[in-house]
């Protein structure tokens, strides 16, 4: 009965992540997507726009992704849930743990995509906010204050999708490893998993 509570509690954890990494990682695409500023300067417009870094492009691509993948697999462990409820699922043979390594390998590749588009996007706008002094380079937020911080926004929102993925990678590597036996070891709760 208490296996049951856990994998109860596993599977509310899973869908809620889900959901947040999703969430997260659409209002991160979307914040730093839609920053823009246009500034005079001797009568020449010039507009700051997210495209003019590269590091900020990739990670409105890598959690614009994500976000997607996120609500796609939610769906599915939605639709795996109710399944269960019904009694039609349950059976963990070779197809459930295949497809388990493969969400498992694919929350791994996002959990790694958006922590490194997050870290590159840090770090170029960290260049953007401070300048390199040693080269020359000035900081371009106090020309574009309010581009700066639509990004510093979606930059927030970013690292916390971020940690959540790696939380949802952890929770997909327990649901993995969870269906192999232990050769006997523990007491097994009849579908494969051992606690």
């Known amino acids: 009965m208490a296996a049951m509570g856990l994998e109860r509690k596993v599977e509310v954890a899973e869908v809620a992540l889900r959901f947040l990494v999703c969430g997260l990682g659409a209002l991160a695409a979307a914040l ?14 010039r507009k700051a726009r997210y495209t003019d870094m590269k590091a900020l492009v990739l990670l409105v691509a890598a959690h614009g992704a994500a976000a997607g993948y996120s609500l796609l697999q939610a769906a599915r462990c939605a639709a795996a849930a109710m399944a269960r409820r019904r009694g039609g699922g349950g059976v963990m043979g070779s ?3 295949a497809v388990a390594w493969c969400v498992f390998s694919c929350d791994q590749a996002v959990a790694y995509v958006l922590m490194a588009a997050t870290a590159a996007a840090l770090q170029s706008s960290l260049l953007g906010k401070r300048g ?22 979606g930059l927030a929102s970013a690292v916390a999708a971020g940690l959540a993925a790696v939380l949802l990678a952890a929770v997909s ?11 006997g070891r523990g007491a ?8």
Do not use: H, K
Not at 33 to 43: D, E
Not at 134 to 148: K, N
Not at 173 to 183: K, V, W
């Open 32 to 45: 730093v997507a839609t920053g823009s500023q246009t500034r005079t300067f001797f009568s020449l417009e």
């Open 173 to 183: 590597a327990f649901n993995l490893f969870r269906l192999y036996d232990g050769g």
């Open 132 to 153: 390199q002094p040693e080269l020359q380079w000035m900081g371009i937020c106090g020309l574009y204050g309010a581009f700066c911080r639509r990004v510093g926004e």
């Open 188 to 195: 097994g709760n009849g579908n494969g998993a051992t606690w």
């Open 95 to 97: 197809r459930s743990r």
